[in-house]
């Protein structure tokens, strides 16, 4: 049977509304942990990276099981080039080549984990953890850590990690009123969109840009939305845990999450699965690169990639507003001096800081009884 391009175009409209709206039919949204019924508690070993504890110990020279998957993970993360040791997308070998140890050493420096080049248990503690499905390094560049000329302080008192995507996009300077929308077809509830517009809100506070809901999705700068595996862009989601969310650097406004993950919009604290998601958390990282901030080394950052099932980040790090400021300039109805994270920071900085001023005089002192 021979069907013409009309119908053809009809029919593939048809599928992919059908399949977008059959992957939203349920979305994982509970107010805190004890209201997740026992029948929906999500299986964290339905992870798709559990498998990757198996190689645990594995370094260079070894041909382990596996390894061709974690080669993978490297690939979509931005620390394996996309045409290194592979005629076609799928073809890694099992073998813990010279590549894959470049890989593990850059990874592990973006991490603030030893650089030993070896799957040793901090790294693969670390691989797991679930994390935003944007690549760290884009293009073989990045200014996490990896990509800077010199090695960060062991002190952890680092400070400008944070990154911008290649080309530094942002949004232009005659736009600083942007409008997000969601996704009509996951009828979101009130509850759900208060928690967006928290999020929203604790980028406008450092920066000169506000943040309006708008009824019309096809017309908002960013566009909210939350789909199961493949979803029409080439970014598949991976099911529990394993990559989050993503979006988009400026001006493209794509704002995805995964729709299996169990999202909490309430309260997060409690004894849990090891499966829930604090949204909150994860929308303040997005929206990050919805305005142009790459991923950061500094783990106090909402910018960082990963964050652990349970957790609660969501205000923002010295490291992120100075970067976003970079973008955009300051808030002018704000101070800068708020911030819980910053009087933390304020006081690890001022001690390092009293420390080199005794250090410098007793060097004064010592100099002068010398003479
Ligand atoms: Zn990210
Ligand atoms: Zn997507």
Redo the contacts with the bound molecule.
Sequence with gaps: MKISPKVKLILCIFSIFSSSTSTNAFLHFFPNISSIPPSLLPNTTKSAWNTFTNLSGCHSGQNVAGISKLKSYFRYFGYISNNINTTSKNNFTDEFDDALERAVLNYQKNFNLNTTGELDEETVKQILKPRCGVADIVNGSTTMNSGKVTPPPSNGNTVAHYSFFPGRPRWPSRRRDLTYAFDPRNQLSADVKRVFANAFSRWSEWTPLTFTESGNYFTADMKIGF?AGE???G?E?DGVLGTLA?AFAPPRG?L?LDSDETWIVGEISGSGTGAEMDLESVAVHEIGHLLGLGHSSVENAIMFPTIASGMRKVELDRDDVEGIQELYGSNPGNNGTTGPSFGEREVSRGCRDSFMGWILLLAVGLTLFVL
């Design positions: 789909y979803h029409g862009d970014e989601f993503h794509l995805h």
